[in-house]
């Protein structure tokens, strides 16, 4: 059997990690009841685990648990946050603002919203991939009711100054939601100190389970209204409706313990292996890192490489790692990624980009073997490219 090639496409998902796997074995067989039981021992089990997770969570981004809204990931979450919002608040206005460089899961649901008669404004980046305040504040119109920028971005990396965004809608009386589903466990956050309202969390992207999220939902200050997107028992205080998953909750919470814990230690060692790899690739020239060069989150490396095609690049290289050339969602449409090309990338460019993952269980014999495989690839790329031409 052929050797696998090396994992570093830790954007798209992650391995879950031993001790969150340990966590949530018993649910899966021993304490396997229905947290809405409450007339026996089995529900009261469930239940008790599902409180204490939904304490993790509020505590890791300083919320109450009562604020937490359990979803089957990032993505319904986004589309509970900003449908929900519209349905509720479309009285007091259909006018809300996005950027042009969101993921999906937030970009599909406002098209949605526009065929029902929603305005939509999708604000343009920077060449470093980050918005201009100054946009942001042109953009706000009295029926604003809603601005939703990601915290992190899931292809280029790129950390939005969301403190900075929250405190601007705060002050226009404008509900503020992130999708924090690449951040979480990697850069802190604080719903109070930066002023978030609603924030969408996954757990696969942190060494924990897929199929579980949440939604963070302000209950004071202002109190955010939601209509639930999906009916069916009233669970989670009537916003989300849907049998409990247990286990997936016990190992979210697990696994958002333990990015926390070692968040300082994880980040640095990531850091120095991200950089590792960018020095080697750099040597060879014609080689642009896309997005910030320093506000990304730590193991982000996408470059665009010049001098070669896109697609035989990525051939070139999956034999010996497993990288992304855009976000996994949208990675089987044969289309320039919208991220690149907000930030000005051209076609050409923007298909010849790979985006690194690096993550919590490589090593740096792994960042040499994939460095000395790249370089080797696009030499030889580039030297096919000079004999057609």
């Avoid at 604000?123 to 920028?149: F, H, W, Y």
């Avoid at 999220?213 to 302000?218: D, H, I, S, T």
């Avoid at 028992?233 to 919470?253: C, D, K, N, W």
């Amino acid at each position: 059997m052929s050797q696998r090639p090396i994992y570093l496409d830790n954007h798209a998902t992650t391995p879950l990690d031993k001790r969150v796997l340990d966590a949530m074995l018993p649910y899966f067989t021993e304490q396997f009841g229905n947290a809405a039981s409450i007339n026996h021992v089995y529900g009261w089990e469930a239940e008790a685990a599902v409180k204490q997770s939904r304490e993790t969570l509020a505590a890791a981004i300083n919320a109450s648990p009562e604020e937490i809204v359990f979803t089957s990931g990032a993505s319904e979450a986004n589309n509970l946050a900003i449908k929900g919002i519209a349905e509720a608040y479309f009285n007091k206005g259909k006018h809300i603002i996005t950027v042009k460089t969101e993921h999906n899961a937030i970009l599909d649901p406002c098209h949605y919203l526009e065929k029902l008669g929603f305005d939509i404004t999708f604000l343009p980046v920077k060449s470093d991939g980050t918005i201009d305040i100054g946009d942001l504040i042109g953009a706000i119109r009295s029926e604003t009711i809603l601005v939703s920028v990601m915290a992190a971005n899931n292809e280029i990396g790129v950390i939005q100054p969301i403190e900075e965004i929250a405190a601007i809608c705060r002050g226009n009386d404008i509900l503020f939601h992130t999708d924090a589903a690449q951040a979480i466990g990697k850069i802190p956050l604080d719903v109070e100190e930066m002023n978030i309202d609603l924030m969408s969390l996954t757990a696969h992207k942190i060494y924990g389970p897929k199929g579980i999220g949440a939604l963070y939902v302000r209950r004071n200050k202002p109190r955010v209204q939601l209509a639930p997107q999906m009916h069916g028992g009233g669970h989670e205080r009537g916003m989300r409706s849907g049998t409990l998953y247990v286990p997936q909750i016990v190992g979210f919470a697990k696994a958002v313990e333990i990015s926390l814990a070692e968040m300082e230690e994880e980040t640095a060692r990531v850091v120095s292996l991200r950089q590792r790899l960018w020095e080697q690739l750099e040597s060879i020239g014609s080689i642009y890192i896309n997005g910030h060069p320093t506000k990304r989150l730590p193991g982000n490396l996408n470059i665009s490489v010049g001098g070669v095609d896109g697609q035989a690049l990525l051939l070139g290289l999956q034999t010996a790692a497993a990288v992304s050339s855009g976000s996994a969602c949208t990675s089987a449409k044969i289309s320039p990624s919208h991220v690149l090309a907000a930030i000005g990338r051209s076609d050409k460019l923007a298909y010849a980009s790979i985006r690194f993952g690096i993550g919590r269980f490589n090593t740096t014999e792994e960042i040499d073997a994939v460095a000395k495989h790249s370089i080797e690839t696009i030499q030889s790329l580039r030297q096919a490219q000079k004999v057609m031409s």
